[in-house]
Each structure stands twice: as structure tokens, then as C-alpha cells.
């Protein structure tokens, strides 16, 4: 079993840039595939950014590609989100999860576990 824990949402104005964190628990940390989400209201929820745990690329959605970035520190068992040149349209609640596999690591369905999400309001 995993469990997420996300952190660090808050409100901020146009431009600014924002840190989420997602502290992760369980067995076998590291062979986790990680991603972040995020879903505005009345919206379904979208792909933000995603990695494997071990390190080698990072895949990003279209509307953050250039502005978002995920990391992840291995002492601390910790995933983040490093958001930068936020937008209006980016306000929405964000949401780390995590996968033992890597496949169809895009979708809400790719992920077995969640967060409970981290709410984003960004000012214009």
C-alpha cells in the first residue's frame, strides 16, 4: 500500500512561481511512477507532468509543457512539482499519484493511488 500526502497549495498572483510536494509512504518507493494532476471545477481531471522514480524522463502535458516540472528527493521519499510562469487557467486542485506500472502513465486510469489533492488559485 502507498499513501500520498500533497502539500504547499495556496493563492498567488499571475507570473508567479509555486512548489508542491507530495510525501510519499510505503514499500518499494522507488518503483513508483509518479504524477501530478489537476482538475478545475467543473472540469475532468488533467495529466500535468510524470516520472519514473529511478530517474530518466519526464513527461509533461501540453498546458504546462515549459512552466512545469517534477522531482523528487529520495532521502525524504518526497515527489515534487515545481510550477513556474503561473497562469489563471492553471487554478484548479492539484493531485499526486502514484503507479506500479508504466503504462498509460496520461491517464487518471494509469494511477492506483492519490492524494487528496492540494488546492492552487492563481490571481490575475
Known amino acids: 500500500q502507498v499513501q500520498l500526502v500533497e502539500s504547499g497549495g495556496g493563492l498567488v498572483q499571475a507570473g508567479d512561481s509555486l512548489r508542491l510536494s507530495c510525501a510519499v509512504s510505503?514499500?518499494?518507493?522507488?518503483?513508483?511512477?509518479m504524477g501530478w494532476f489537476r482538475q478545475a471545477p467543473g472540469k475532468e481531471r488533467e495529466f500535468a507532468v510524470a516520472m519514473n522514480w529511478s530517474g530518466g524522463a519526464i513527461y509533461r502535458g501540453n498546458s504546462v509543457r515549459g512552466r512545469f516540472t517534477i522531482s523528487r528527493d529520495n532521502a525524504e521519499n518526497t515527489v515534487y512539482l515545481q510550477m513556474n510562469s503561473l497562469r489563471p487557467e492553471d487554478t484548479a486542485v492539484y493531485y499526486c499519484?502514484?503507479?506500479?506500472?508504466?503504462?498509460?502513465?496520461?491517464?487518471?486510469?494509469?494511477?492506483?493511488?492519490w492524494g487528496q489533492g492540494t488546492q492552487v488559485t492563481v490571481s490575475s
Open positions: 499519484a502514484a503507479s506500479w506500472r508504466f503504462s498509460n502513465i496520461y491517464s487518471v486510469s494509469g494511477y492506483d493511488y
Open positions: 510505503g514499500r518499494n518507493v522507488s518503483s513508483l511512477v
